[in-house]
């Protein structure tokens, strides 16, 4: 990848002050630690760490504004960028704390009625407010991860530099899967599996939540695969651009472009060996939206289409014997997770306005559980990150995260075609809410915080590189 000579210097001079990028280049360190431990302790999926990530992640914003205050700096990308996004936000952070306080004595909340006929009375909206108060934690947690990543994520050297880490984070990832399936006894760190034996799960335990955190790796490792990288990210200028327009990706292959290609073959291995069919066909529909969009003609994305099919097919045929034996049992499979959907949705019809409270969805499950198979077990998760939200904060809010994540791919979009702009972060953004979105259907791998930490990083970075192209656009033109 070649920049001009004086992208670094324009930066710079944006930025104001050199002192601002050089408090960003920290931030981005922050962040790419937080991207780097959060998977490790089992997906970060315990309460203790919950709170000790919205601990960290609060001091290092308690750090950032602090040095923005007393140097007299300047954000890189000014709130006003994200306002509607942050309104958006906050009403869910609002809802969550009226969740847990006691208003059941001032205005009457509806009783809960199980399905033996009991009907029971609780103090406040959630069933839980102790599992609330996490969960608020958790979601302030990804409002401040999304800001740091942000302001770090603006100049376009140093967005590029997170997108190799967390690429290598990834890989490092499935690669310990491999390994620790076929040569660790299968265990999970130091932990003997009880469950998806045989299935590489990583340090995440179960394997459709890695197949997600690998699928988002995946697109990266394609985009980066792709040689010869548009105009539009070498710096080159307007007169140059449009004189070589016919000509915009350069055949060479260069040493990153085979790095990201082995990459790209480890995730996908790892992929195949967790044998989740959703989380493959998720990862399939990522990596074909990624590519389409950094491809500039439609002969180059027919051909790229193609051959995704072929070598995917071919791929699974050769590696994926369990995954295939997964998909012929479907349909057997598919019995009691229909059953659990229509429970939850006999949940959402009894509290639709209100929920049961963020995190309250095992308790308030057990309630409504109608599958005599299920006595041994709980659900702790509704397996559809969709259904979860609705019956946890209610119809309305519940559908303000969907909408956030409308709004921050519509934007995306616009920018991919009103402007044009292929960067590989914009593209990895737009496809990582694709994986998100599909698999989230049918599984909860996005109420995993190591996954959802990884998924929040990839968006910040493409809003932060589409904000900063177009404006530099507008400038170039004007």
């Not at 291995?269 to 989740?276: D, E, F, L, N, P």
């Amino acid at each position: 990848m070649r920049f001009s000579p004086t992208s670094a210097s324009d930066d710079l001079t944006a930025s104001g002050r050199s002192s601002t990028s050089r408090l960003n280049d920290m931030t981005g360190r922050a962040v790419l630690f937080v991207l780097m431990l959060a998977p490790i302790p089992l997906g970060s999926n315990r309460p203790f760490f919950w709170a000790l990530w919205a601990l960290v992640l609060g001091v290092i914003l308690c750090a950032y504004g602090f040095v923005l205050y007393r140097n007299a700096l300047r954000l890189r990308l000014p709130f006003s960028v994200i306002t509607g996004i942050s309104i958006l936000f906050a009403l869910v952070a609002i809802w969550m704390g009226l969740q847990v306080l006691p208003i059941g004595s001032v205005i009457p909340l509806p009783q809960v009625q199980s399905t033996t006929g009991y009907s029971f009375s609780f103090p406040s909206i959630s069933l839980t407010p102790g599992d609330t108060l996490l969960a608020l934690l958790r979601w302030l947690s990804y409002g401040v991860l999304f800001f740091l990543a942000l302001q770090a994520s603006v100049r376009k050297q140093r967005a590029r530099r997170l997108t190799l880490f967390i690429l290598i984070f990834v890989t490092a990832q499935a690669a310990y899967a491999l390994v620790a399936m076929l040569y660790l006894a299968d265990q999970v760190l130091v932990v003997e599996k009880t469950q998806y034996l045989g299935e590489a799960t990583g340090t995440f335990i179960n394997r459709n939540t890695l197949a997600t955190y690998l699928g988002l790796g995946a697109v990266l490792a394609a985009l980066l695969a792709l040689p010869n990288p548009p105009l539009e990210e070498t710096g080159v200028s307007a007169g140059p651009r449009r004189r070589s327009r016919k000509r915009s990706f350069d055949l060479s292959i260069k040493s990153n472009t085979i790095l990201a290609m082995i990459a790209l073959l480890i995730l996908l291995s790892a992929i195949v060996a967790t044998g989740s069919r959703m989380g493959l066909f998720a990862t399939f529909c990522g990596v074909t939206t990624a590519v389409l969009l950094r491809l500039s003609s439609w002969r180059s994305r027919l051909v790229a289409v193609a051959a995704l099919v072929v070598g995917g097919l071919a791929f699974l045929s050769i590696y994926g014997a369990g995954t295939l034996e997964r998909m012929i049992t479907v349909e057997r499979d598919s019995d009691s997770r229909l059953t659990l959907y229509e429970d939850t949705f006999d949940m959402i019809a009894d509290r639709p306005l209100i929920g049961f409270g963020a995190q309250s969805f095992e308790y308030a499950f057990t309630l409504y559980d109608t599958d005599p198979a299920n006595s041994a077990f709980t659900f702790d998760k509704a397996h559809s990150t969709y259904l979860t939200h609705w019956s946890e904060l209610g119809v309305v809010f519940g559908s303000v995260p969907i909408l956030i994540i409308a709004l921050i791919g519509f934007r995306l979009l616009q920018g991919r075609i009103g402007q044009g702009l292929r960067d590989t972060e914009i593209c990895a953004a737009l496809a990582a809410i694709v994986i998100a979105a599909v698999h989230s259907i049918v599984d909860f791998s996005l109420e995993i915080e190591a996954v959802t930490f990884l998924f929040v990083t990839l968006l910040a970075m493409g809003v932060a590189t589409a904000h900063e192209r177009g404006r530099k656009q507008v400038n170039q033109t004007s």
